[in-house]
């Protein structure tokens, strides 16, 4: 298997754009989440799927983030417009419904000029 | 609210055992894990109790007192690849995952 895959690895774009970010998550896995990483935060929680509806989207930070996951495959994390202080490390992972572990993907590094 | 708490950063040399401690205050729990991320790396797991006792997986044990809303993550054996963050997990009812601040593991030779 792959794993978790995320693209793009690397984002750097202006104050104002638009951002997204794309995820796929390990077949089979019915749960998707979304973290942020900052020195600052730490490892935040933002969104999570459970067969692909929105179950918890209490830590999205405000209205200029949203997410959607159209389908088992495929989820993503939009920002618009997008700020600074959303640098971060971006992380999607995914697990079975109930399962113990989180599979973590890659992560999204997203510089905000 | 929920919190974890966790020392910062630890120190120690090749060879040696380090443990790293957990208290949490959750409004649910279900259970604790342990991840691992190296520098710019993702986190990967490596251990989950849901249970009180000991859990042990190699070099890596993991332990849980859900009375004393405590828990532990001990490395045995260290070996200069172990240097990395440890974040510990709470687990709550809704199937999410609250993690602690991070510990910063230096190895030393």
């Known amino acids: 298997d792959a794993g978790v895959i995320q693209s793009p690895r690397h984002e750097v774009t202006e104050m104002g754009q638009e951002v997204t970010l794309r995820c796929k998550p390990i077949?089979?896995?019915?749960?998707l989440f979304w973290y942020r990483q900052t020195m600052m935060r730490g490892l935040e929680l933002l969104i999570y799927?459970?067969?692909?509806?929105?179950?918890?989207d209490s830590g999205m930070p405000e209205d200029r983030f949203s997410a959607k996951m159209p389908n088992a495959s495929f989820s993503t994390l939009k920002i618009q417009p997008s700020e600074p202080r959303d640098s971060a490390v971006y992380f999607c992972?995914?697990?079975?419904?109930?399962?113990?572990?989180?599979?973590f993907g890659p992560g999204t590094r997203l510089t905000v000029t | 609210g929920q919190s974890l708490e966790q020392p910062s950063e630890v120190t120690a040399v090749e060879g040696a055992i380090v443990q790293i401690n957990c208290t949490y205050q959750?409004?649910?729990?279900?259970?604790l894990s342990w991840y691992q991320q190296h520098d710019g790396g993702a986190p990967t797991f490596l251990s989950y109790?849901?249970?009180?006792g000991l859990e042990e997986t190699g070099r890596f044990s993991s332990f849980l007192s859900r009375s004393d809303s405590y828990g532990y993550l001990l490395l045995q054996e260290l070996q200069m690849k172990d240097s990395a963050s440890y974040f510990c997990?709470?687990?709550?009812?809704?199937?999410?995952?609250?993690f602690g601040t991070g510990t910063r593991l230096q190895v030393f030779p």
């Open positions: 799927f459970n067969n692909n509806v929105p179950i918890d």
């Open positions: 992972a995914s697990s079975q419904r109930g399962g113990r572990e989180q599979y």
């Open positions: 997990a709470v687990r709550d009812t809704t199937d999410k995952l609250i």
């Open positions: 959750t409004s649910g729990f279900y259970g």
């Open positions: 109790n849901a249970l009180d």
């Open positions: 077949s089979g896995h019915n749960s």
